[in-house]
């Protein structure tokens, strides 16, 4: 009633103990890549290749949920939070959703081998400007870090040198032969665009086909009206690893009572397959080990020649018309 007092008892059940939710996270892992962040704003993302489990997820800044309960609790605690410019409460693995730069040149290597169209031995030469698109002056990486020009490259060698004029090229020919949906429709065969399934909040991002020979060329780079979220690099990056199986991301492990059988164990979910030849898939994984272990690839100097692992990867800087670009 008015006063709160219990008028009539409509149901009842008997209490019960809470289930545990054993997730994937690595403690220890998760605690270092958080420290490594220091002051900068940006998301981390660790994935098992092979099963889709996530053992680090990472936004930074951060925030001590303790703020939020008991003594802890003040007016000043939680506008620190709230009213921080950099939203500290905004997850940026999976709810940040940015142009994914060079990262995306994966993509767009695998439309232009799919399409057969080029071969992973195609040579091109890859200036510091590009002049193809009438009425566009294309500026490769080298052309603003004042280095000299790539030159003559294969596309294997392309995406080792992360080489812009190669992919506008792509991209520019592409569209000339008819291909004018063959990297957007790589793209969703990627997982990108569209939810991962992961069991926490994410925004899927933004594919579209483009409607003109320009933003076909700007995507071919990673640019124009692509939207990604780190989750989504990190599963398709996974997928091209493992031979080509996109796995439904998770952070549970297994959900039950302490010292009882669980009544929900991980196992790994197939959600696709990267439209993507066994032999073109192989072409992809050669170049992006050389853009580790070549003295010219683009991440050759994050590693020491005795790094013991075999390791893979792709770098990436995309333009932002907020402030300082995007780094993958």
């Given amino acids: 009633d008015l006063q709160g007092q219990v008028l009539t008892k409509i149901a009842s059940i008997d209490a019960k103990p809470a289930q545990s939710i ?110 193809e698109l009438d ?81 076909y060329v700007q995507m071919s780079i990673g640019q124009s009206t692509m939207q990604n979220s780190p989750l989504q690099i990190a599963n398709f990056i996974a997928a091209v690893g493992n031979g080509g199986t996109l796995h439904r991301p998770t952070v549970v492990e297994r959900i039950g009572l302490t010292g009882q059988d669980p009544v929900y164990q991980f196992e790994a979910e197939e959600i696709g397959k990267l439209p993507v030849s066994e032999e073109n898939l192989q072409a992809i994984q050669e170049a992006m080990v050389m853009v580790i272990r070549n003295p010219s690839g683009t991440a050759n100097y994050q590693f020491p020649n005795n790094y013991p692992w075999k390791i893979a990867g792709k770098t990436g800087t995309s333009e932002n018309s907020l402030g300082t670009p995007h780094a993958w």
Wanted: proline residues 7%; negative net charge.
């Fill in 22 to 131: 054993y997730t994937t996270i690595d403690s220890q892992l998760q605690y270092w890549l958080q420290q490594s962040m220091g002051n900068q704003v940006g998301a981390i993302v660790v994935m098992e290749r092979d099963t889709g489990k996530v053992l680090a997820m990472v936004s930074n800044p951060g925030y001590d949920p303790n703020v939020f309960v008991g003594p802890y609790y003040t007016n000043y605690s939680i506008a620190e939070i709230t009213q921080n410019p950099f939203n500290p409460l905004y997850n940026r693995a999976s709810q940040g959703v940015y142009p994914p730069g060079s990262v995306f040149k994966i993509v767009t290597m695998a439309a232009a081998l799919e399409t057969g169209v080029f071969t992973k031995d195609y040579p091109y030469f890859c200036d510091s400007l590009w002049y």
């Fill in 135 to 215: 009425g566009f002056t294309g500026k490769d990486w080298t052309y603003d870090k004042d280095q000299g020009a790539s030159g003559l490259l294969t596309l294997q060698q392309g995406l080792m040198r992360s080489c812009n004029p190669w992919f506008w090229h792509i991209g520019y020919t592409l569209w000339n032969d008819g291909y004018r949906t063959a990297i957007p429709d790589l793209a969703a065969g990627f997982g990108l665009g569209k939810p991962t399934g992961i069991e926490i909040p994410e925004f899927e991002g933004h594919i579209e086909t483009e409607p003109d020979l320009f933003e």
